[in-house]
């Protein structure tokens, strides 16, 4: 049974920067991939980040690439996701989630369990 309870969404302006976090309740934070997505109202899920079991692999959506920046904290149970120079087509609900497989997930089938996500707004 693992819960995944994300926090530090709001509203900011174009350019400026916003972190999130997602807390991991459960079992075995550190066995888990963690990865980023976010939805838009009309549009599919898309994949943000990803970082790996130990924090050694990262990497990002296209559109992310640059901007943001996954992170983790094995010993807080604990992934970030800086987002930096944020742009109105940023806003979504951001959504945090693990998977135990070893390889790189950049969509969603691989990840098991799902926070209830966070909401961030760019305003212009």
């Known amino acids: 049974q693992v819960q995944l309870v994300e926090s530090g969404g709001g509203l900011v302006q174009a350019g400026g920067s916003l972190s999130v976090s997602c807390r991991y309740f459960?079992?075995?934070?550190?066995?888990?991939?963690m990865g980023w997505f976010r939805q838009s109202p009309g549009k599919e899920r898309e994949f943000v980040a990803y970082?790996?079991?130990?924090?050694?692999?990262?990497d990002y959506g296209d559109s992310v690439k640059g901007r943001f920046t996954i992170s983790r904290d094995n010993a807080k149970n604990t992934v970030y996701l800086r987002m930096n120079s944020l742009k109105p087509e940023d806003t979504a609900v951001y959504y945090c989630?693990?998977?135990?497989?070893?390889?790189?997930?950049?969509?969603?089938?691989?990840?098991?369990?799902w926070g209830q996500g966070t909401q961030v707004t760019v305003s212009s």
């Open positions: 989630a693990a998977t135990t497989s070893l390889f790189l997930a950049r969509v969603a089938a691989p990840y098991d369990y």
């Open positions: 459960g079992h075995a934070f550190s066995s888990n991939a």
């Open positions: 970082i790996s079991r130990d924090g050694g692999n990262t």
